[in-house]
C-alpha cells in the first residue's frame, strides 16, 4: 500500500537546501520553498516545486531550515505562527541555544528537531547522507520514513542540542582529514610526484579516507566550485573552538586549521568549495 507524503516547506535555498528540495521532489513529494536569492524562485520552480511566502513554508506537514545559522534559525522561529508543526533544522548551529530555541518553538506549537547533515549537497542530492537527529523521540519517529527518503541513514542521538555536538565532533575530524590530504597532496606535488598519481597511491595505501573519494579530484583539479564553502567551514571550526574553551579543552589542530579558513578568507576565498584548503596551505612559505 502507497503512503501518502507530507507536504514539505522548506526555509533556505542554498547549497543544502537545493540539494534537499532536489531529493524531495524526486521522490514525489510537493515542495514549497523560499529564500531571499534572486535566483531561487526560478530554480525551484524548474525543478518541480512551488516557491512561496513564509506563511506557505509554514503551512507544510513538516517544515526544514536550511538558513546558514543559529542566528537566522532563531529569526525564522521568532517570526512562525503559532501552528503545530514539526521543524526540523539542517543547519550546524550552536549546540548550546538549542534547548532554548526548542523551548520558544514549543511556546508555538511546533516541535523543533535537529538533524545536521554528515556530508556533502551533492551526497545529500544522492541520498548518501547521515542525519544526526535529536529532540522529541516521538516526533522523530513520526518524520523517520521522510528522513528514509532523504538519507542513508539517520541516527537518534538524544537530546535537543546534541545533534550539533555530534555534528562539530565530526566536523572537527572531517575538516582535519581534508586539510591533511591537502597538505599531503601539496608536498607530493612540491618533491616531484603528480597529485594524480599521489591520490592513487593514497586511496591505496594505510592512509585511505573518504575525503579522499569526495575531495580528491577536486584538489588534484583545483576544482573548486562548492558542495560546501570556506565560509562555512569557518563558521562550524569557530563554534567548535568556542565549545572546546568553554570546556576547557585545548584543539590545536582546530586551532591551526582556524588560521588557514582566516587566511582564506582574507584572500576573498569564502565561497569556494572547502578542498579549497589547499589554497591557504600552498601559500605557506618555509
Known amino acids: 500500500m502507497s503512503r501518502t507524503l507530507p507536504r514539505v516547506g522548506v526555509f533556505g535555498l542554498g547549497l543544502i537546501g537545493r540539494a534537499l528540495a532536489e531529493r524531495l521532489i524526486a521522490a514525489g513529494y510537493r515542495v514549497t520553498g523560499t529564500d531571499v536569492a534572486a535566483d531561487a524562485r526560478d530554480w525551484l520552480t524548474e525543478t518541480g516545486g512551488s516557491f512561496g511566502s513564509a506563511a506557505e513554508v509554514w503551512a507544510a506537514d513538516v517544515v526544514f531550515s536550511c538558513v546558514y545559522d543559529t542566528d537566522q534559525l532563531a529569526e525564522l522561529i521568532a517570526q512562525a505562527p503559532a501552528s503545530p508543526t514539526i521543524l526540523i533544522s539542517l543547519s550546524t548551529c550552536d549546540p548550546d541555544r538549542m534547548g532554548a530555541l526548542a523551548n520558544n518553538a514549543g511556546a508555538k506549537r511546533i516541535t523543533l528537531l535537529e538533524a545536521p547533515i554528515s556530508g556533502t549537497s551533492k551526497a545529500l542530492a544522492q541520498g548518501d547522507v ?3 537527529v535529536a529532540g522529541d523521540i516521538a516526533a522523530a519517529e513520526t518524520v523517520a520514513p521522510l528522513l528514509d527518503d532523504i538519507a542513508r541513514q539517520h541516527i537518534h542521538v538524544g537530546e535537543v542540542g546534541n545533534g550539533n555536538r555530534a555534528k562539530l565532533a565530526i566536523n572537527l575530524v572531517l575538516g582535519l582529514h581534508r586539510a591533511a590530504l591537502a597538505e599531503g597532496m601539496i608536498f607530493a606535488e612540491s618533491i616531484g610526484l603528480a597529485g594524480s598519481d599521489f591520490l592513487q597511491l593514497a586511496k591505496a595505501s594505510a592512509a585511505y579516507s573518504a575525503v579522499m573519494d569526495a575531495k580528491g579530484a577536486l584538489m588534484v583539479n ?14 562550524d571550526f569557530a563554534l567548535i573552538q568556542a565549545q572546546a574553551q568553554a570546556a576547557g579543552q585545548g584543539l590545536p589542530f582546530t586551532r591551526t586549521y582556524l588560521e588557514m579558513m582566516e587566511d582564506a578568507l582574507r584572500h576573498d576565498e569564502g ?11 600552498s601559500r605557506s612559505r618555509a
Open 130 to 132: 547521515l542525519l544526526l
Open 222 to 235: 583545483r576544482d573548486f566550485a562548492p558542495q560546501g564553502r570556506i565560509v562555512q567551514s569557518a563558521k
Open 271 to 281: 565561497d569556494l568549495d572547502n578542498s579549497a584548503v589547499m589554497l591557504p596551505i
